[in-house]
């Protein structure tokens, strides 16, 4: 599912002569997308994940924010190795949802991983132990300065993956009730095997983990 295609080489291409941050057509380039940069983004959240440490193994209900093809779940579900983990992904998208579908079936990873359409913001109608989020803030700043809408996004605690000037802008303009509990910046190396997939030696990945303080 991420090896490279004459329309996902075009378009890792196309983003990167243009060097700013785009929004993606995700109903006609869902599956080049998913081959330009699935495995990108599945290896920077990775590395952002590594800095829960063991804390990973018990988040129990983890909710995945504009999940797209399933970058950001497929490398929760394998770092937390959790029979008991029930992870949801909610997207706009019916293509990249089903992407992520044939991603994780493909994977056969612990837990129970659905992914659910959804236009975000809205109810999820539960608190997750921990929301993640990949690259969706970006494309939805307007939920960073709103207070409601952020609070109704967040779980207990919530690990975002998104380019560095969205991650300062979420921890410049967290609201009140939120503490920052890591952030972190830093270079993933591509390991050779898979630098057919990613078109790149380094990756930066900027990440910040947020959490509701108590008594709020
Ligand atoms: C840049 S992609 C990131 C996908 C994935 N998290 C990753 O890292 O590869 C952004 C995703 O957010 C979804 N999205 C953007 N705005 C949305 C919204 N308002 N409601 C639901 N999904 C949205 C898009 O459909 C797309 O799949």
């Known amino acids: 599912m991420y090896r490279p295609s004459m329309a996902s080489i075009a378009l890792r291409n196309a983003v990167e002569s243009r060097r700013q941050i785009e929004v993606f057509d995700y109903v006609n380039s869902a599956d080049a997308f998913t081959r330009a940069f699935g495995m990108r983004n599945t290896l920077k959240c990775l590395r952002a994940l590594a800095n ?45 949802l089903s992407l992520g579908e044939q991603l994780m079936s493909a ?25 993640i989020s990949s690259y969706w803030f970006c494309e939805n700043e307007h939920v960073i300065l709103d207070p409601v809408l952020f609070d109704l996004m967040v779980g207990r605690e919530m690990l975002v993956v ?14 009140r009730g939120f503490r920052i509990l890591g952030r972190h910046s830093s270079s993933v ?28």
């Open 189 to 216: 190396d591509i390991p050779s095997a898979l630098t057919e997939f990613v078109a790149q030696e380094k990756a930066s990945v900027h990440s910040i983990h947020i959490g509701r303080m108590e008594n709020w």
């Open 162 to 175: 998104d380019y560095e000037k969205i991650i300062d802008r979420v921890a410049n303009c967290l609201p």
């Open 107 to 131: 994977a056969r990873l612990p837990g129970r991983i659905e992914f659910e359409r959804r236009n975000l913001p809205t109810q999820i109608g539960y608190l997750p132990d921990l929301t």
């Open 52 to 96: 829960l440490g063991g804390r990973i193994h018990g988040y129990r209900r983890v909710c995945d924010l504009g999940c797209g093809s399933g970058a950001f779940s497929l490398a929760f579900a394998y770092l937390a190795d959790n029979p008991n983990l029930e992870l949801h992904g909610l997207d706009a998208s019916e293509i990249q």
